[in-house]
């Protein structure tokens, strides 16, 4: 008799399990534990809801319609995170053979015409004067703001950094791969300002906190969450006013480089972008800040005034119907 091979797609696997396997497939690939996080979150909170709809695929086809029409009024940035984090999962189901296909297939991304929101420098003066330093999670936020301004670190990245990292005399900080969202290693360049803060914070850290506690631990020596980071900077932006956040940061960083003369290749750097594609989002909107300032600027647009010149039209239009 021949042999029958069955294929994965005539076992009846649970949708939780397959998520298991695909979330140990990916940690294998070396995904940030926060890329791991979102893919659970996210296929769980999808499932939590129509964990009926598994493994059909037209079943599933339909209850993906229904999921992203309930997604209408969230951000174009949390729909697309969601969206890219359950079709990451189905195309791994469909390699698998769990699914004969992905049911995300015809649900198109958001466009993100892509205007990372920034801070003028006001504001992050504000910011920095409600910081009290005279204490230790003061003098660890103040530092932490001025590293995140200076090299557009990312937050899950930053809080991640041991003492080992910096190199302050050559004002220097490196990020290892293995904390890199990218997963690739990179040197950036901090200010003298930045360093003599960090300086200040490893003086400030017990005696028995050993080098494996990262730079900016909580008060207990522990990991400080990115949540937390969130948390405390929106307490000082209520304070002063300000709309602020890590990412927003991050983002100012981006812009008050460029604008300053900085190469969108340092930017790209600096960041950690895989590539130019998200830098030249920072380039096109520094961009359109010097069209605008030009406009008000501009030596000949104020030698011939808009208004000077439409006077002198209509003027010429009475001329010739008289």
């Known amino acids: 008799m021949p042999v029958v091979k069955l294929s994965k797609l005539s076992l009846t696997l649970p949708w939780d399990e397959a998520l298991q396997e695909f979330i140990l497939t990916k940690q294998a690939e070396g995904k940030a ?44 940035a949390t729909y697309n995170l969601r969206r890219q984090n359950l079709k990451a999962f189905f195309s ?20 993100d015409n892509g205007k990372p929101r920034s801070l003028d420098e006001e504001a992050v003066k504000t910011v920095l004067s409600l910081v009290d330093t005279s204490t230790y ?15 557009g670190i990312r937050p899950g990245e930053a809080l991640k950094l041991l003492p080992e990292h910096f190199n302050l005399s050559h004002l220097e900080v490196y990020i290892p791969a293995s904390i890199a969202k990218t997963r690739t290693a990179r040197t950036v360049v ?31 020596g ?34 008050l480089a460029l604008r300053n003369g900085a190469s969108a290749f340092h930017v790209q750097r600096q960041l950690g972008h895989a590539d ?8 096109h909107l520094v961009e359109a800040d010097l069209h605008r300032e030009h406009s008000f600027c501009s030596p000949v647009a104020n030698l011939f005034p808009e208004r000077q010149r439409a006077k002198r039209k209509i003027e010429r239009r009475r001329n010739n119907e008289s």
Request: hydrophobic residues 35%; proline residues 3%; contains cysteine.
């Open 92 to 111: 791994w189901c469909v390699g698998e053979g769990y699914l004969v296909g992905n049911p995300l297939d015809g649900i198109p991304k958001r466009k």
């Open 190 to 220: 901090i200010s003298t300002q930045t360093a003599k803060a960090i300086k200040k914070l490893l003086l400030a850290r017990p005696e028995e906190w050993k080098e494996t506690v990262p730079v900016f631990a909580n008060q207990d």
């Open 33 to 76: 534990s926060r890329t791991l996080k979102d893919y659970r979150t996210h296929v769980t909170a999808f499932f939590t809801q129509h964990a009926e709809a598994w493994p059909d695929y037209h079943r599933l086809k339909k209850a993906v319609r229904e999921h992203f029409a309930g997604l209408a009024d969230k951000s174009k």
């Open 276 to 283: 130019l594609t998200m830098t030249k989002r920072y380039v």
């Open 222 to 255: 522990q990991e400080m969450l990115v949540t937390s980071w969130t948390h405390r900077l929106k307490k000082y932006g209520q304070k002063g006013g300000v709309n602020i956040s890590a990412y927003r940061l991050r983002h100012t960083s981006a812009i």
């Open 137 to 151: 999670t003061g003098l660890r936020d103040y530092a932490l703001i001025l590293l995140q301004l200076d090299t």
